[in-house]
């Protein structure tokens, strides 16, 4: 490889003021030697019959040299070769990192076990112990084995595959070491960290590093809130605990980010303000319990922002109301842009189901709103999410986005809803507004995400019911300088908003 060098520019700086630092610990050798007894491995097997022709396949543990000797043999033995690389570049781990190989069954299709590796840690003497649920899920047996390498059968006392949480239960004869849950809010980017685990089997592990990110979104789940750490986390680490210096356990190491499967420095742990409230629901109902506020919410984008007079993108658009749903209750409309829930300032859209998730059910709570080009706070009584409900719904974003009227400048077609239009494009006999007949290949409307057979229900938040009503509402935008205007569109995976430029 070859380097470029690209001259020598000169500055003249301000003298900076340095930031302080703590110094870095001597060892960590004290700080784990206390902490090692609390962490457990997590084996998890369950019973699979699969089809009666396939090789008996010896199982390994994940990691071991023989796995892959074994895999390739498989292969070959079956005709099938190794696929190699699926082409996807970086894959995050989502939580399967802790399974072992598949084990085939013989050739008379008798079953065999199925062997999951994980950690776990000691939250009570008594025998509570905390892992991930991907570890334990679907297990007929679960096993703990303590650093003494004492075996205890384990049993589940709930979990929850929304968090990636769950909770076991064994029976000592002794009370067993124990750590705490300390406050991850108060942890910083750069702090230092430890994370105890079972990598590949091996036992009690433990790797330093610090805290690189908070708030990490992995793409796993409604409430992604990670803590992200360069901490070694590698296969069988999962549901192992994230210290900070005091001891206290302030994440639940879940995912890793790797090409390999092995670390590379990107480590995710569940930060453990969250969890220790699902894993005191858990204990407590055996469930977790989620607040539910009953929206369908997207990203308000710069162009949003713009057409509806709010400046900066801050908060959560509402694209849709559950009825009779809290939000319906506390006339929430659709077209509200929620700012803020509970005295918490929502920068960014994610943000709502989370701390919805985490509010106590039937609390009522403040909740800051724009409607209308101003501010306004209402207050609001969060229910508990139904058991068929999905957590805060986010719509499809669209890209940043009478007689048949063509609106060229937009680059699409529109004409009133009629029978001939709700037989074509399968429309609810209900619904109302004004339908696209067409989008122009490279039009803007093309561009933001509108297809044919989608119908306008609004323009500016404003019914419409006609093209003039479009024509009109356009036409308005344009006379108050308007860049943009705001179009609540009806497609086939429901309300979206969609903003779209206008021209002079």
């Known amino acids: 490889m070859r380097f470029r060098f690209l001259g020598v520019l000169s500055f003249a700086f301000a003298a900076a003021v340095p930031a302080a630092a703590r110094p870095a610990p001597d060892s960590f050798a004290d700080l784990a030697q206390g902490l090692l007894p609390a962490v457990v491995n997590v084996s998890s097997s369950q019973t699979s019959r699969a089809s009666a022709d396939a090789p008996e396949m010896p199982v390994f543990p994940p990691g071991s040299p023989f796995e892959q000797f074994f895999h390739d043999f498989m292969n070959r033995h079956r005709g ?12 995050g781990d989502n939580g399967d990192d802790d399974q072992g ?61 929304r968090w990636d949480l769950a909770i076991l239960k064994v029976n000592p004869d002794r009370p067993l070491p124990a750590v705490h849950f300390g406050d991850s809010d108060a942890s910083r980017v750069g702090d230092w960290v430890l994370a105890i685990g079972n990598p590949f089997g091996l036992g009690g592990t433990v790797t330093a590093g610090i805290v690189s990110a908070r ?20 296969k069988g680490n999962s ?53 539910w506020l009953g929206v369908r919410i997207q990203q308000v984008t710069p162009d949003i922002a713009e057409s509806l007079g709010l400046k900066g993108s801050d908060g959560a658009l509402v694209a849709g109301v559950t009825t009779h749903g809290p939000a319906d209750n506390a006339h929430i409309q659709n077209g509200d842009v929620i700012l803020s829930f509970n005295g918490q300032k929502l920068h960014e859209m994610r943000t709502l189901p989370r701390v919805v998730a985490e509010t106590p059910i ?35 974003q669209g890209k940043p986005a009478s007689q048949t009227v063509d609106l060229a400048a937009l680059g699409l077609t ?12 399968k429309l609810d006999d209900k619904q109302k507004g004004v339908v696209v007949t067409d989008v122009a290949a490279n039009g803007t409307a093309a561009d933001r995400g509108l297809k ?53």
């Open 215 to 234: 708030g990490r979104d992995i793409q796993q789940g409604p409430y992604d809130d990670f803590i992200q750490t360069d901490a070694a986390i590698n």
């Open 362 to 396: 039937d609390s009522k709570v403040p909740l800051e709103l724009w409607r209308g080009g101003r501010r306004q706070t209402i207050e609001v009584v969060v229910a508990e999410m139904p058991e068929d409900a999905k957590p805060v719904e986010v719509a499809k």
């Open 452 to 504: 044919a057979g989608d119908v306008i229900v609004e323009v500016q938040q404003q019914p419409v019911a006609t093209p003039v009503d479009v024509q009109k509402r356009l036409t308005e935008a344009r006379d108050q300088s308007r860049k943009s205007v705001l179009l609540l569109v009806q497609g086939k995976d429901g309300m979206r908003w969609v903003p779209l430029p206008v021209k002079k």
């Open 414 to 425: 529109i004409a009133p809803v009629t029978d001939e239009l709700r037989t074509k494009f």
């Open 80 to 91: 099938g070769g190794d696929n190699g690389d699926n082409g996807n570049g970086d894959n």
């Open 101 to 161: 190989p598949d084990a085939a069954p013989d050739q008379n299709g008798k079953p065999h076990h199925l062997q999951s590796l994980g950690s776990g840690f000691i939250i009570d003497p008594a025998g509570i112990v905390i892992t991930n649920n991907h570890v334990i899920d679907g297990a007929d047996e679960i096993t703990v084995t303590l650093q003494d390498n004492t075996t205890l059968k384990a049993t589940l006392l709930g979990h929850d595959d």
């Open 239 to 291: 549901g192992g605990p994230l210290f900070n210096m005091a001891g206290e356990v302030i994440g639940i190491n879940t995912a890793i980010l790797s090409p390999t499967g092995g670390s590379i420095g990107l480590g995710f742990a569940i930060p453990s303000g969250e969890a220790r409230v699902v894993i005191d629901q858990l204990r407590r109902f055996g469930r977790a319990r989620r607040g």
